[in-house]
């Protein structure tokens, strides 16, 4: 999808050819003397359109003014939240196969969130998924300007929320396709892509590499497969080799039966979101190809499938990782935490300012805080903080969950270092405690996205969160 960004005003708004406009208003919106003006003025006297968030009111070939169709939204406080309200409603009121070309208005001068989360908002509601359809229906929305009384004020916020909305549409694009189309193999092809662009290198090591490195925990999980696994390196170097690059660690699974602890049939085919938080790690390269900040970035993502067969791992079965450490899996299914603790370990010759490893790692977590707020784990308050406001800001949200030692006490085992799962009780944060094992030697924070990652239902399909809030945290770094 193609955004403008250019200053106007209402007045100005009047004679803009578009299939739709949509005026964004504000509480605070005291009416001009334009033609917008003049009807909207009518229409709050009326009590026909409300400025609080998410109420509309449509108009079509309204007189006097260039565009088709016109959506006036309300937008309550403009905080980014209640903006995002107010343009979702719009979109839905705007959706017509006809809106080809479409403007949004800002009566007044947006905060840099409102203008974030309208970009996202509007990339949100045009996304057509095109993968595996034979006869892929086309995008309906080509151009969208964005309007605002002092375009050039926010013109930096505008560009890298372009380049975040290019990075989400690539998480959505290969989370969506389903297990066959997107293998190990096949995603070690998409990041071997990414490389083609400036300053992103990759390289995929194999089952024999993997087996060199020891990653014992790791090829456990895919030894129940035919499929091959894959461990993917991927660099972005925008700053000197002396600076200290971020890790992310995207969970590969591309698919996730439970293993020979098989997960129930109903619903299993959303198993293969389960490299969700791979598919972030490729969406925000993708975006850090386009904005080329001055930091360094390494993607680690360990791809393989979780399938039970003649080789799979066993309940009892004992596995040496990496980082030496022994770990008894007790349940084939927390098979998350076992692919990611090798790549926490692998992560540490990279000498990380810090490591953030992204997983939809648990229901657990989808349960405690649902849909809205991914699940934050932190061994540093101040890459805890950093991540937080990184999540308001882009309205990509997430919340600090603890990591007291005492939740690890039911790892314990008699037969190995640590068990791979702990009770049912917390059962987020005890998945944490084990990853933080192996996080000993850096800043880590960990990031449950089982959540947030996918929408189940009629609207089933990938939300490419967490990328706004990584980029906003990675660009916040570069300062
Ligand atoms: N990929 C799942 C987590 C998941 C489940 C995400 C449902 C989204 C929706 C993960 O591998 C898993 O199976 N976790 C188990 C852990 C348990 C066995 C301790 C879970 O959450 O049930
Ligand atoms: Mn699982
Ligand atoms: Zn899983």
Redesign the pocket.
């Known amino acids: 999808m193609n955004f403008e960004l250019k200053t106007f005003d209402l007045a100005a708004a009047v004679g803009e050819k578009c299939d739709a406009l949509i005026v964004l208003l504000g509480l605070s919106f005291k009416p001009g003397k334009d033609a917008l003006s003049a009807l909207l003025a009518q229409a709050m006297k009326a009590g026909d359109l409300e400025l609080k968030a998410g109420k509309t009111l449509s108009l079509y070939r309204p007189a006097g003014i260039a565009a088709a169709r016109v959506v006036f939204a309300g937008t309550g406080d403009g905080s980014a939240r209640e903006t995002r309200q107010g343009i979702a409603a719009a979109m839905a009121a705007a959706k017509s196969t006809q809106v080809k070309k479409l403007a949004v208005c800002f009566a007044e001068m947006p905060g840099e969130g409102a203008l974030r989360s309208t970009i996202i908002a509007v990339a949100e509601a045009s996304y057509v998924y095109t993968s595996t359809k034979s006869k892929p229906e086309p995008r309906v929305i080509q151009r969208v300007v964005l309007a605002l009384p002092d375009a050039a004020r926010l013109k930096p916020v505008f560009a890298q929320t372009v380049a975040a909305v290019t990075g989400i549409e690539y998480a959505k694009e290969w989370a969506n396709r389903p297990a066959n189309h997107a293998t190990p193999t096949l995603l070690a092809g998409a990041a071997k892509s990414l490389a083609k662009l400036r300053n992103i290198q990759c390289e995929v090591l194999g089952p024999k590499e993997v087996a060199k490195l020891a990653m014992g925990s790791f090829m456990a999980v895919a030894q129940g497969t035919d499929e091959p696994l894959r461990f993917i390196v991927l660099r972005y170097s925008g700053a000197s080799k002396a600076v200290a690059p971020t890790v992310l660690i995207g969970k590969g699974?591309t698919f996730?039966s439970?293993g020979v602890?098989l997960?129930p049939a109903p619903e299993m085919d959303?198993?293969k979101f389960?490299m969700s938080g791979a598919a972030s790690v490729l969406g925000v390269f993708r975006a850090l190809a386009d904005l080329q900040p001055a930091i360094n970035v390494v993607g680690l993502i360990p791809a393989c499938e979780n399938m039970s067969g003649g080789r799979a791992i066993k309940p009892g079965d004992v596995v040496t990782s990496m980082s030496g450490q022994t770990i008894e899996i007790l349940?084939t299914?927390?098979?998350?935490r076992l692919v990611l603790c090798d790549a926490l370990t692998y992560a540490e010759r990279f000498k990380p300012r810090a490591v953030v490893d992204i997983a939809?790692?648990?229901?657990?977590c989808?349960i405690a805080l649902g849909g809205v707020r991914s699940g934050l784990f932190a061994s540093s308050d101040e890459l805890a903080a950093a991540l937080v406001q990184a999540g308001e800001s882009s309205t990509d949200l997430c919340w600090r969950m603890p990591l007291d030692d005492d939740y690890a006490e039911g790892l314990k085992t008699n037969f190995a270092d640590v068990a791979n799962?702990a009770g049912r009780a917390g059962?987020a944060i005890t998945?944490a405690k084990f990853l933080q094992r192996f996080a000993a030697k850096f800043a880590w924070a960990h990031i449950d996205i089982?959540g947030t990652a996918w929408k189940s239902g009629a609207a089933k399909g990938a939300t490419g969160r967490p990328v706004a809030l990584l980029l906003q945290y990675l660009l916040a770094s570069a300062k």
Do not use: Q, R, W
Request: glycine share 18%.
């Open positions: 699974i996730d439970g602890s997960k959303e198993m389960d349940n299914d927390a098979e998350g939809t790692l648990t229901g657990a989808m799962v059962g998945a089982a």
